[in-house]
Each structure stands twice: as C-alpha cells, then as structure tokens.
C-alpha cells in the first residue's frame, strides 16, 4: 500500500506560484509514475501533469506554466505552479501508477492509476 501526502497548497494572487509537494512511503518510489490532478467546484476531475522515468505530459491549460518533477531520493513529486490564473482554483491530488514493464504511458483514464492522495486545496484570487 502507497500512501500519499500532498502539501503547499494555499490562497495566492493571480499571477504568482506554488509549488506543490506530495511525499509518498509505503513502497519504491522509482518504481512509479506520478501524477498530478485537479477539481474544481462544480466539475470534474481533470489530468495536469505526470512524469515517468523519462517523459513529462501536461495538460494543454497548464503547459508552459505549471512544471513537474521527482525527487527519488525524497519519494517526493512537485508540481511548480507559475503565472496562476483565476481557472487554477481547484483542489489538487497527487496519484500514484506502478509500472508495468519498461515502458509506461499515459492512458488518460483515471483508472490507470493506482492511488491517490487526499488533495490540498489551491485558491486563485484576483
């Protein structure tokens, strides 16, 4: 069992950054894939970012501004959020996906994914 503890959220001005962390235990965090959602009030659950061993993915809205990355060291992944918006808002979640083999991808189905964090809330204002 994995389990995953996200942290940093918080209120902050449009414009300004964040930077997310979710430190997992309970298993080897090299041998997973992490990734990053969000839900905003009112809508779905919706992908932001993940990374692999290799490869980083974000979703179209977040690209060029928010930024992911690993420490494995620390089992720790970030999620670096820059130039926020009003749209940001949302409680972010930190999921974990084991991976299968030696190749992973992004499915875009939540049910890749194999645990979940509790989420910590981020509050974009004007």
């Known amino acids: 069992q994995v389990q995953l503890v996200e942290s940093g959220g918080g209120l902050v001005e449009a414009g300004g950054s964040l930077r997310l962390s979710c430190e997992t235990s309970?298993?080897?965090?090299?041998?997973?894939?992490m990734g990053w959602f969000r839900q905003a009030p009112g809508k779905e659950r919706e992908f932001v970012a993940a990374i692999s061993w290799s490869r980083t993915y974000y979703a179209d809205s977040v690209k060029g501004r928010f930024a992911i990355s690993r420490d494995n060291a620390k089992s720790t992944v970030y999620l670096q959020m820059n130039k926020l918006k009003l749209e940001d808002t949302a409680v972010y979640y930190c999921?974990?996906?084991?991976?299968?083999?030696?190749?992973?991808?992004?499915?875009?189905?939540?049910?890749?994914?194999?645990?979940w964090g509790q989420g910590t809330q981020v509050t974009v204002a004007s």
């Open positions: 999921a974990a996906d084991y991976v299968r083999g030696s190749v992973w991808g992004l499915t875009g189905h939540d049910d890749q994914w194999d645990y």
């Open positions: 309970g298993d080897t965090f090299s041998s997973y894939a």
